[in-house]
Every structure is written in C-alpha cells, then in structure tokens.
C-alpha cells in the first residue's frame, strides 16, 4: 500500500532527494503501467474470502494540460512537433477537445455492508486517435469496449475464493459478450441498460409495459455541491426478458440469446429542480419477487463507490490531473500508482468509524500494522476523545493513526479525503524510517 500512495513526484519524495528518486522510478522503462497494476490486489484476494463480491467496473477519463485546448478543431488536425511536444505524447479524449488518459477500474466491495475491499484490476491507456470504423463492425478484439469483458475475466483468480460474484456496470458496459460470457455458476451480472431484446421490441417498451410492484424512498448521495443528497420516491417494476445477439456480432460461439431479469425503478415526483431518477437494470440473478427486486437495486446502488474513489482521485483528494510529468510513459504510470493510493484513502476514510469492522491486513502489511501501533501512544493525548478507540490490527486502529498524521485533533468533522493523504505521506516515511533503523541494528 505504501509504494503507491500519492501522485505527483514532490509530494511523493517528500524533499528534493526524494523527488528525484520518485522521477527516475516512474522513467524507469523496466517499471509499466501493467506490473503496477499486477500490484493492485495484493491484499484483496484475502479480503474477498466467503463474502459475496460487488466487482464494480467503469472508466474514468484523466485531462492533463496541454497548451493545445484553445486552439480550434480544424487546427488540430495540422499539429506540429512542437504541439506534439506541448501534448506531452497524449492522445484525444472525449470529442477531441482535449488530451489525456483514461483508466478502466475494477473494485471490490462486499455486497451485504458496502465495504470496499480493494482493487481487483483494470487498465490504464493511451488513445493514439479515433478510429474511423464503429465499434460493431470490429471484432471484440479491436474494439476499446473490450476491456468491459477483459477485466472481468483477467481478475477471476483474485475472487477465485469468494462465495459469489456479481460484475457491476454502467450503461457503457452493456455489451453482448459481458452478458454472454461473464456469467457463470456462482458469477452475475448487473447493469443499466438500452438495447433490443429477443423479440425485438425494445427493453425501454417492455419495462413500461411491466406491472407496477411497490414503492420505496431512497437516499440518493450527493454528486456535486450543487448537488445535494436527498430522497427519492420511487415505484418498482420487474419482469423477465431475454436479450438477443447481434446479426453484427462476430462472435457468433456465443449463445444467440442469455434470459435475464428487468428490473425497472422510476421516480414520479423529484423535487423542484432535480432530474428524475429512472433506472433500467438487467441481471442474471433470479427475481422471484419484490424483495429480490429491491435487493438487486441496492446492490446497484453500491457502484457509487467507484465514483467516490475517482472523486479522490481527481478534484477532491489527490489532484492527479494537475500533474506536470512530462510524457504520457511516466503519466500513465503514476496513473496506475494514484488509483492504488486513492483505494487506500477511501478504504481509511470509509473505516474511520469502524462500521465494517475491517482488519487492518485488508490495506497494510505485518510491518506497516506493527507500525501503526507503535505510533498510536504516541498520537494520543489526554482526554478520551484524544485516544484511539478502536481494537487492534483493525482497519478502524490504522485510520485513527493517519488521521492524525494527517492532521486531524480528534474534534470537529471527521476526517476526510485530504487529510488521509496527507496521513498517508507521513506514515510511509515513519515507516520507512523505522525499517532503515532495524537494518542499521
């Protein structure tokens, strides 16, 4: 966990010395996007054992400053190399406008409490340009979409102990050979959707055609300062379908058609100002009836946990896309490194109260455990609120330990994004510190 736990290289040296140490392990050509990510599950195969996992995946897009943003389409398209230069070797995300990364992540979070248990893998990429081909003339092979069903089965052996799977994604994630290919004894899958079904009537007709099941209040979270969490009213339709393959997919091993379950979650009255919530989820578990229904929504609900982790990522915690690194080699490198980090610091921010009652080893090594012991009496003031209150070797412990690394006094707001990471920082370098001095003994 300590390798991995920041983004930009001064913070990560700590000083001069250490930042120049930071730069050449990202130049170095031996150090890959890939083996970074290899990294990533080192602790969640344990953390996975017995539970049933929500394996959420998505992409997020990561704009770094170019020079070029100002300039007009038609301009981009005669750069020079000095443009090249200014573009640091990065590609064009969204409609062109601008250049980037993106990173396709898998997380692991237990379906019966929301605790994230960690990484299970993903992929971090260079766009070269747009392909002037739509993705449904490509075999999968060619297409970007891809890794939607390359990650799910690249990380089968990191959940080979867990006692059920389901791989949890959004509306860009709805493709055939997820559906027909993921699935299996004891995997599932679950995911927003628009599509054809068997029949060929569309999903959105069939689901409104559905009979109405019951109705139920839930809490939807805040996604950005305008806006604020706040309930929602919503009724419940479900029922079962069956989606067809495309006469345009080459892949034609797969089945011609996977039975699935609709479920259909509408809200008729949002408040003044607020857009209504309407979810068409498909999935492979069986729905026998409105409670299965209802649990199937909350499990979808859980995917907010991968926005919280890119949210810590970027604007709110680690501030990756105000990197200055000059080439997209290094980027994409320090990329797979952030992620690792902002797991981290959301698994802490999560478990500062202990509600999931974690053991520490889902995060820290023996020694990185023995270590935060060591500092907690250190940390711990007087009164009762200044002490650490949690058990030993748990999660909750460790967090207790950063936050205040971090700077946090015990009172006021619990302790957030920023201040892990700055606890973070500071816990590396005791640790390290301290591991040097038993060498030296």
Same mark, same amino acid.
């Given at each position: 966990m300590v390798r991995h736990k920041t983004v930009c290289l001064r913070r990560l040296g700590g000083n001069r010395g250490g930042e120049l140490r930071a730069g050449r392990f990202f130049a170095n050509p031996q150090v890959s996007p890939a083996r970074i990510i290899d990294s990533w599950s080192e602790t969640t195969a344990s953390a996975v054992v017995g539970r049933h996992v929500l394996a959420i995946q998505d992409t997020t897009v990561l704009s770094f400053a170019t020079g070029d943003e100002a300039r007009t389409a038609p301009r981009r398209t005669r750069r020079t190399a000095s443009? /090249?230069? *200014? *573009? $640091?070797g990065l590609g064009p995300i969204n409609d062109g406008t601008a250049y980037g990364l993106l990173a396709h992540v898998m997380l692991a979070v237990d379906a019966a409490d929301g605790a994230c248990l960690g990484l299970l893998g993903g992929t971090v990429w260079n766009r070269p340009g747009f392909v002037a081909s739509p993705e449904w003339a490509r075999p999968l092979a060619e297409r970007e979409s891809r890794r939607w069903v390359d990650t799910a089965e690249a990380v089968r052996p990191v959940l080979a102990a867990a006692a059920m799977v389901t791989v949890v994604s959004d509306r860009e994630g709805d493709m055939y050979p997820l559906w027909a290919r993921v699935p299996g004894a004891t995997w599932h899958a679950l995911g927003r959707v628009d599509r054809k079904l068997a029949d060929s009537s569309m999903?959105?007709?069939?689901?409104? $055609?559905?009979?109405r099941s019951e109705r139920r209040t839930l809490t939807l979270p805040a996604r950005?300062? =305008? /806006?604020?969490? *706040?309930?929602? *009213?919503?009724?419940? $339709?479900?029922g079962p379908v069956a989606i067809r393959r495309s006469p345009n997919e080459k892949d034609r091993q797969l089945a011609k058609a996977v039975p699935l379950t609709v479920i259909d979650v509408r809200e008729g009255d949002p408040?003044?100002? =607020?857009?209504?919530?309407?979810? #068409?989820l498909l999935t492979t578990h069986a729905v026998s009836g409105a409670t299965e229904a209802w649990q199937i929504v909350a499990w979808? /609900? #859980?995917r907010w946990c991968i926005e919280q982790l890119f949210r810590v990522l970027k604007a709110q915690g680690l501030r990756l896309e105000d990197s200055q690194m000059a080439s997209a080699t290094g980027l994409a490198k320090l990329t797979a490194a952030a992620i690792k980090a902002a797991c981290a610091v959301l698994q802490l921010v999560q478990e500062r109260d202990g509600a999931h009652a974690q053991p520490a080893s889902h995060l820290l090594s023996p020694a990185e455990i023995d270590t935060a012991e060591a500092l907690t009496p250190t940390l711990e003031g007087r009164t009762a609120r200044q002490t650490n209150p949690h058990p030993p =070797?748990?999660?909750? $412990?460790?967090?207790w330990v950063v936050a205040r690394l971090g700077g946090w006094n015990c009172y006021g707001k619990p302790p957030g994004p920023i201040t892990m990471q700055n606890g973070l920082q500071r816990f590396a370098a005791i640790h390290q510190g301290r591991m040097l001095s038993r060498l030296t003994e």
């Amino acid at each position: 966990m300590v390798r991995h736990k920041t983004v930009c290289l001064r913070r990560l040296g700590g000083n001069r010395g250490g930042e120049l140490r930071a730069g050449r392990f990202f130049a170095n050509p031996q150090v890959s996007p890939a083996r970074i990510i290899d990294s990533w599950s080192e602790t969640t195969a344990s953390a996975v054992v017995g539970r049933h996992v929500l394996a959420i995946q998505d992409t997020t897009v990561l704009s770094f400053a170019t020079g070029d943003e100002a300039r007009t389409a038609p301009r981009r398209t005669r750069r020079t190399a000095s443009s /090249q230069t *200014r *573009r $640091r070797g990065l590609g064009p995300i969204n409609d062109g406008t601008a250049y980037g990364l993106l990173a396709h992540v898998m997380l692991a979070v237990d379906a019966a409490d929301g605790a994230c248990l960690g990484l299970l893998g993903g992929t971090v990429w260079n766009r070269p340009g747009f392909v002037a081909s739509p993705e449904w003339a490509r075999p999968l092979a060619e297409r970007e979409s891809r890794r939607w069903v390359d990650t799910a089965e690249a990380v089968r052996p990191v959940l080979a102990a867990a006692a059920m799977v389901t791989v949890v994604s959004d509306r860009e994630g709805d493709m055939y050979p997820l559906w027909a290919r993921v699935p299996g004894a004891t995997w599932h899958a679950l995911g927003r959707v628009d599509r054809k079904l068997a029949d060929s009537s569309m999903l959105f007709a069939t689901a409104d $055609r559905l009979p109405r099941s019951e109705r139920r209040t839930l809490t939807l979270p805040a996604r950005a300062p =305008a /806006q604020a969490a *706040r309930a929602a *009213r919503v009724e419940l $339709r479900f029922g079962p379908v069956a989606i067809r393959r495309s006469p345009n997919e080459k892949d034609r091993q797969l089945a011609k058609a996977v039975p699935l379950t609709v479920i259909d979650v509408r809200e008729g009255d949002p408040p003044a100002g =607020a857009e209504a919530i309407h979810w #068409r989820l498909l999935t492979t578990h069986a729905v026998s009836g409105a409670t299965e229904a209802w649990q199937i929504v909350a499990w979808y /609900q #859980r995917r907010w946990c991968i926005e919280q982790l890119f949210r810590v990522l970027k604007a709110q915690g680690l501030r990756l896309e105000d990197s200055q690194m000059a080439s997209a080699t290094g980027l994409a490198k320090l990329t797979a490194a952030a992620i690792k980090a902002a797991c981290a610091v959301l698994q802490l921010v999560q478990e500062r109260d202990g509600a999931h009652a974690q053991p520490a080893s889902h995060l820290l090594s023996p020694a990185e455990i023995d270590t935060a012991e060591a500092l907690t009496p250190t940390l711990e003031g007087r009164t009762a609120r200044q002490t650490n209150p949690h058990p030993p =070797a748990t999660l909750a $412990r460790v967090s207790w330990v950063v936050a205040r690394l971090g700077g946090w006094n015990c009172y006021g707001k619990p302790p957030g994004p920023i201040t892990m990471q700055n606890g973070l920082q500071r816990f590396a370098a005791i640790h390290q510190g301290r591991m040097l001095s038993r060498l030296t003994e």
